[in-house]
Structure formats: structure tokens, C-alpha cells
């Protein structure tokens, strides 16, 4: 796959949430092959992942264990990375959990855990990004088509996710007059090693791909020349936007 280049992305610092797997390793590996300083966390230990990337990169991305719900730790490990690469450029926040649940089964503690994860830690994100871009940047937050057609057997990530877009716009309009950009991103169905391991049947992924547009099921790279399109100055005026990135699977307009 041919990915664009985007000159201003050489050398800016970027840090992503949940950028060891799935979607986001496919936005972490993007990132370096643009030149960029990145740094990235996850629950597991990704270090041989950005060890192997290091072997090629401009510079040698950071690797932070860091759990995301906790606030403190997470906005250390953005502070880590200004401290190691200087002034933050762009945020990606990334990480998620779309596990399935009947609404109905749905416990407290459930709710908290999705909420925490999917919508809590963005905001916090976002929050320490503001604090880490005197000279302005971009936020990236990735939400779902899933609150669009408002998906069964998912409420806590489908509203997770409605509200991001919704934080979104708030922030966006907040910050904008200290040049800071907030968009959101709302990928279909990408078919990662998670969802094939949990979630896609044959039955299922045929139903899919015939509701969409492009008959193909969508891979993590194919998310990867979007969300640098908005992380670059060719999307300079761009803010306050949800691009939707599902191979027509929704109609929006």
C-alpha cells in the first residue's frame, strides 16, 4: 500500500494510546516511516515491537507500559515523551475495547470499565496534550460507525463513543484559538487479529462486506493515510470533524 508523504510530520513528536497492536501499531510503524519522534503506550509489553521498529527508523520509537485508565500514569507517559522528544505535535488516542455485552446484563462496574477505557481516557488525553502544545498541534480521537447505526450488543462502547465525537467538537471549539485542532476518526469494521480471533465468523463478515460499498473488508493500514492526513498541515483548516472511514458503510450527509 502507497502512503503519502507528509513533510511537516518529519521530526514532530506524536504519542498514541494503544499504538502496540491492532489499528494502532499500523498508525505507530505510519508515524516513524514519516520521520516522526513517537511515542506510543500499551497495556502489554510491546518493547520488541518498537525495538524491531527502531531498527530502521529516523528515530527509535518509545515504548511506555502504562494503563490507560489511570490518569496519572498516563499523562506521565505523555510527559515522558515531551521530556525525551521535545514540544508534543499530535495526540492519537487509539486505545479501546469493544468487547460485547447484552444491555440488559450490563453491571456498574462493567459500565465504569468500558466508560474508562473507551471515553475517560481520551478526555484526559486531550487535557495533558493542551498542556504539552504551547505552539498549537492536533488531536486525534478514534470513535466508531458502531453509535452512527447504533449497534446492538455494545451499549457501553457505542455511547463511549458517540460521546467522543461529542468531546470532540467541545474541545475543538475550546482550543482553536490556541491552534490546536481536535478531530475524531470512525473506522468500520477493520479486520485486526482481535476481531478475527473474537469476533468475525464467515457468516458475519459476508453479511458486512454486502452492506458496504467497496466490497472489501478494511485492514489497519487502511486507516493509516487518513489519520496522518489530519495529524499533517494539509488538513490545516480542518477541526471539529468526524471522517468516517468504512468502505460506505454508513451514510452521513
Known amino acids: 500500500m502507497t502512503t503519502a508523504r507528509f513533510p511537516d510530520l518529519d521530526g514532530k513528536t506524536v504519542f498514541i494510546t494503544g499504538g502496540g497492536s491492532g489499528i494502532g501499531a499500523a498508525l505507530t510503524k505510519g508515524f516513524v516511516d ?10 502489554s509489553d510491546y518493547s520488541d515491537f518498537a525495538g524491531e521498529l ?5 528515530t527509535a520509537p518509545l515504548f511506555i507500559q502504562c494503563d490507560v485508565t489511570d490518569t496519572q500514569a498516563l499523562q506521565n507517559a505523555m510527559q515522558q515523551a515531551v521530556d525525551k522528544f521535545g514540544p508534543l505535535g499530535v495526540l492519537v488516542n ?7 455485552m447484552e444491555a440488559i446484563n450490563v453491571t456498574e462496574a462493567q459500565w465504569q470499565d468500558m466508560i474508562d477505557v473507551n471515553l475517560k481516557h481520551y478526555f ?5 496534550a493542551a498542556r504539552l ?3 498549537g498541534g492536533t488531536i486525534i480521537n478514534f470513535s466508531s460507525i458502531s453509535y452512527m447505526f447504533g449497534a446492538a450488543g455494545m451499549a457501553p462502547y457505542v455511547t463511549s463513543n458517540a460521546g467522543i465525537t461529542g ?6 471549539r475550546e482550543w482553536g484559538d490556541r491552534g490546536i485542532r481536535v478531530n475524531a476518526l470512525a473506522p468500520g469494521w477493520v479486520l485486526t ?11 458475519g463478515l459476508a453479511k458486512y462486506q454486502a452492506e458496504q460499498c467497496i466490497p472489501e473488508m478494511m485492514k489497519p493500514e487502511d486507516i493509516v493515510g487518513p489519520t496522518l492526513f489530519l495529524a499533517s498541515n ?8 468526524v471522517l468516517v472511514i468504512d468502505a460506505g458503510r454508513v451514510v452521513t450527509g
Open 34 to 43: 514519516q520521520g516522526a519522534k513517537v511515542a506510543f503506550v500499551g497495556r
Open 54 to 58: 527502531g531498527e530502521t527508523a529516523k
Open 94 to 100: 487509539n486505545a479501546a475495547n469493544d468487547l460485547r
Open 124 to 128: 484526559f488525553a486531550c487535557q495533558q
Open 133 to 135: 502544545m504551547p505552539d
Open 167 to 172: 468531546m470532540t467538537r467541545a474541545l475543538a
Open 193 to 203: 487479529e482481535k476481531q478475527l480471533d473474537k469476533w468475525a465468523t464467515p457468516e
Open 234 to 241: 494539509a488538513s490545516s483548516m480542518v477541526t471539529s470533524q
